[in-house]
């Protein structure tokens, strides 16, 4: 009998949006969410799109991130300031829409493949510091793309960093807390 593949846990979920401060201030004072860990115009040591089989590393993806705990996972609020055309379009950059749901792995590139092969179609690897990933479309899976983390400590730490920066007044009822 062939076994399933192991579904890995999910991560986090982002979201475009078009203001990162106000989208922020939003989701703490209507969802409890925050404080949020923002880092401004996230570097790349490494950025490589695939387009049309072609792999190109002269891509512009300018954007600032703002992450925090929510439950048991994490959000991250995406705000694009410039972006290639043609990761623009794969990424279904929209304000309000999900840009993407995460999982950690411990073999990337195995994952990568294994997306591949069910239709999900390699959009972009990237680098920074410790952190790789792989973006593909949702393929026959989800409307949106899917970001594929290498299992390490920083990654497997962030949702307990995140909650370590709450005060007493900052909890959530998703998080079961008083």
């Known amino acids: 009998m062939m076994q399933a593949p192991m579904m890995q846990a999910l991560h986090h979920i982002g979201y475009w949006v078009d203001d990162l401060d106000t989208a922020m201030k939003q989701w703490h004072r209507d969802l409890g969410v925050g404080p949020f860990d923002v880092i401004e115009h996230v570097p790349f040591q490494e950025f490589v799109l695939t387009d049309g089989g072609q792999v190109r590393d002269d891509v512009v993806f300018d954007h600032s991130a703002a992450f925090a705990a929510w439950g048991p996972i994490v959000v991250e609020l995406g705000q694009v300031h410039a972006a ?92 079961g807390a008083a």
């Open 84 to 175: 290639d055309d043609r990761l623009a379009a794969a990424y279904r950059i929209a304000p309000g829409a999900i840009s993407h749901v995460s999982w950690v792995v411990p073999d990337l590139p195995q994952e990568s493949a294994r997306l591949a092969r069910l239709g999900c179609r390699l959009i972009n690897t990237a680098r920074t510091g410790p952190v790789s990933v792989a973006w593909h479309d949702g393929g026959p899976l989800f409307p949106h793309p899917v970001e594929v983390h290498q299992h390490n400590d920083v990654i497997a730490g962030l949702h307990a960093r995140l909650c370590a920066l709450r005060g007493p007044g900052d909890r959530s009822p998703a998080d």
